[in-house]
């Protein structure tokens, strides 16, 4: 009988068919480029399958890849799972638990009164809130190390993941006070395309979204730096590394001295999404994501724009006029 792969090299390969890069995995990872590199080629050699075509420019799935890739993330989600939903039931002696994803100040002020609503409906339900860094836009879901979490868009679609905005916010430009640009009441990207920038740590859908590519036109990113975190994004500033675009609540949550946070004029909205694995849906999600759209309605995040039932491109759309 051939040896199954271990778990921990078919992360690996999730990683790399994901990113298409090894040097993004990688870093995803936190492991060298080179050992990635030996453990995927043990792999193909333990499947007797060549999973992905390399060249000097590019990787892609071959067609043994593309099934790999898919049940993958069908078993890793349900190792995942298995192995949260027994520690949860121990722990909770019965009640039923939930584990929140988020990224830096999640839903804003809507967070607070999100889970302080749920708790009240649903009191026996175990809540934990789990914080990720910039690798993960899905902020858990797609590990089912998480049963439904706060994401800010834009993500790829995916078959197993729902979601619905909540609203949307204006990005701003965060800069060292001590740059000219701290003191400007508005700026445009045109105003900023030649500073250099401080990048995500993030697949390259997701970096270039808050790097404005597609409001640059024809100019290039600078990069000063790539970061993980918000924390880390705001040393690199403070250090004079670069600046960069992030959603205007931020300023509230993470504002420090020798920071300025300059609106930017034209620049598309940040959308804030409540979303979930639809393959694996329980009632707690449920109850949670109805308790999120029932708040979101209310406008309760300064700047923001409601975005509950309405589609996301036409909130974005409006909101940029």
């Given at each position: 009988?051939?040896?199954?792969?271990?778990?921990?090299?078919?992360?690996?390969?999730?990683?790399?068919?994901?990113?298409?890069?090894?040097?993004?995995?990688?870093?995803?990872?936190?492991?060298?480029?080179?050992?990635?590199?030996?453990?995927?080629?043990?792999?193909?050699?333990?499947?007797g399958?060549?999973?992905?075509?390399?060249?000097?420019?590019?990787?892609?799935?071959?067609?043994?890849?593309?099934?790999?890739?898919?049940?993958?993330?069908?078993?890793?989600?349900?190792?995942?799972?298995?192995?949260?939903?027994?520690?949860?039931?121990?722990?909770?002696?019965?009640?039923?638990?939930l584990?929140v994803?988020?990224?830096?100040?999640?839903?804003?002020e809507?967070?607070?009164?999100?889970?302080?609503?749920?708790?009240?409906?649903?009191?026996?339900?175990?809540?934990?809130?789990?914080?990720?860094?910039?690798?993960?836009?899905?902020?858990?879901?797609?590990?089912?190390?998480?049963?439904?979490?706060?994401?800010?868009?834009?993500?790829?679609?995916?078959?197993?993941l729902?979601?619905?905005?909540?609203?949307v916010?204006?990005?701003?430009?965060?800069?060292?006070?001590?740059?000219?640009?701290?003191?400007?009441?508005?700026?445009?990207?045109?105003?900023?395309?030649?500073?250099?920038?401080?990048?995500?740590?993030?697949?390259?859908?997701?970096?270039?979204?808050?790097?404005?590519?597609?409001?640059?036109?024809?100019?290039?990113?600078?990069?000063?730096?790539?970061?993980?975190?918000?924390?880390?994004?705001?040393?690199a500033?403070?250090?004079?590394?670069?600046?960069?675009?992030?959603?205007?609540?931020?300023?509230?949550?993470?504002?420090?001295?020798?920071?300025?946070?300059?609106?930017?004029?034209?620049?598309?909205?940040?959308?804030?999404?409540?979303?979930?694995?639809?393959?694996?849906?329980?009632?707690?999600?449920?109850?949670?994501?109805?308790?999120?759209?029932?708040?979101?309605?209310?406008?309760?995040?300064?700047?923001?724009?409601?975005?509950?039932?309405?589609?996301?491109?036409?909130?974005i759309?409006?909101?940029?006029?």
């Amino acid at each position: 009988m051939t040896d199954a792969p271990e778990l921990r090299v078919l992360r690996y390969f999730v990683a790399v068919a994901e990113e298409l890069h090894f040097g993004r995995a990688a870093a995803r990872l936190h492991i060298s480029q080179p050992s990635l590199s030996v453990q995927i080629r043990k792999l193909e050699h333990t499947l007797g399958a060549q999973l992905l075509e390399r060249t000097s420019r590019r990787v892609e799935l071959t067609p043994a890849g593309v099934v790999l890739l898919e049940e993958a993330h069908r078993l890793l989600v349900g190792v995942e799972r298995l192995t949260a939903a027994t520690r949860r039931a121990a722990a909770d002696g019965g009640g039923g638990s939930l584990v929140v994803g988020f990224q830096a100040n999640a839903a804003a002020e809507l967070t607070p009164r999100i889970l302080a609503a749920f708790q009240a409906r649903c009191p026996r339900v175990q809540l934990e809130m789990r914080s990720h860094d910039f690798a993960d836009p899905y902020v858990g879901l797609s590990t089912g190390s998480v049963d439904v979490a706060f994401i800010r868009p834009p993500v790829l679609v995916q078959s197993w993941l729902s979601m619905e905005t909540l609203f949307v916010e204006p990005r701003v430009l965060v800069t060292s006070s001590e740059s000219p640009l701290a003191t400007r009441d508005r700026v445009s990207v045109e105003d900023v395309v030649d500073q250099p920038f401080v990048g995500r740590r993030a697949p390259e859908y997701w970096r270039d979204f808050w790097l404005a590519v597609d409001s640059r036109g024809p100019h290039t990113v600078r990069l000063g730096a790539e970061v993980a975190s918000v924390d880390e994004c705001f040393e690199a500033i403070l250090s004079r590394r670069g600046v960069a675009f992030t959603q205007a609540s931020t300023q509230r949550y993470y504002d420090r001295p020798g920071l300025a946070f300059v609106p930017v004029a034209g620049l598309p909205p940040s959308p804030v999404a409540i979303a979930w694995r639809n393959d694996m849906e329980a009632q707690p999600v449920r109850d949670f994501v109805d308790t999120a759209r029932a708040l979101a309605s209310l406008d309760l995040v300064p700047s923001a724009t409601p975005a509950v039932g309405t589609p996301l491109a036409a909130t974005i759309a409006a909101v940029a006029r």
